[in-house]
T-cell receptor, first 111, second 114 residues
Framework: GQNIDQPTEMTATEGAIVQINCTYQ??????LFWYQQHAGEAPTFLSY????GLEEKGRFSSFLSRSKGYSYLLLKELQMKDSASYLC????????????FGTGTRLQVFP | SQTIHQWPATLVQPVGSPLSLECTVE??????LYWYRQAAGRGLQLLFY??????ISSEVPQNLSASRPQDRQFILSSKKLLLSDSGFYLC?????????????FGPGTRLTVL
């Protein structure tokens, strides 16, 4: 089967750096997604990692370690608008058309 | 460019009433289509997905159903709503048979069953 674990909530200060972790268990791996979801809105895609290492996209970076079943999303120079939930997701091993989502980490950025 | 529409944006319905939520996608062909529900403070729960017209896979037993009458139209229905059906319903699409491509979500419908 597959399982995804993320912290429920995190807080940080504007301008700071925050790391949101995601650990997973899966018997087959087809990459890992990160989505951002502002309250009351639809999730939007942030990143997809399939190889180990760090991928940077502006202020956001995503890291993957397949051997450790671990990923993190790194947000730099935090802004108030970064307050949102961050969802980690895996394609389902039996049918990669489907995504299995974690429950998400709700990040609150304070001034 | 591709766009995904959902309506209505918000809906308040009494228990036992029927439901019909519609989702349409523009700018792409043969998409995979998905219905998710997100209860308050909870994660995304996949309800249905479809890889083609008339092809529906149900993920969880419930009093909801889905239909795909056209390639880019996905409908979520219920004959009799329950209180537990309240939540944020999201439609999404993705490129068929390409798991490395992300899912694109519609704006969602917030359903309150009273």
């Amino acid at each position: 089967g597959q399982n995804i674990d993320q912290p429920t909530e995190m807080t940080a200060t504007e301008g700071a750096i925050v790391q949101i972790n995601c650990t997973y268990q899966t018997s087959g791996f087809n990459g890992l997604f990160w989505y951002q979801q502002h309250a009351g809105e639809a999730p939007t895609f942030l990143s997809y990692n399939v190889l180990d290492g760090l991928e940077e996209k502006g202020r956001f970076s995503s890291f993957l370690s397949r051997s450790k079943g671990y990923s993190y999303l790194l947000l730099k120079e935090l802004q108030m608008k970064d307050s949102a939930s961050y969802l980690c997701a895996l394609p389902w091993i039996y049918n990669t058309d489907k995504l299995i989502f974690g429950t998400g980490t709700r990040l609150q950025v304070f001034p | 460019s591709q766009t995904i529409h959902q309506w209505p944006a918000t809906l308040v319905q009494p228990v036992g009433s029927p439901l019909s939520l519609e989702c349409t996608v523009e700018g792409t062909s043969n998409p995979n289509l998905y219905w998710y529900r997100q209860a308050a403070g909870r994660g995304l729960q996949l309800l249905f997905y479809s890889v083609g017209i008339g092809q529906i896979s149900s993920e969880v037993p419930q009093n909801l159903s889905a239909s795909r009458p056209q390639d880019r139209q996905f409908i979520l229905s219920s004959k009799k709503l329950l209180l537990s059906d309240s939540g944020f319903y999201l439609c999404a699409w993705s490129v068929r048979a390409s798991w490395s491509d992300e899912q694109f979500f519609g704006p969602g419908t917030r359903l309150t069953v009273l």
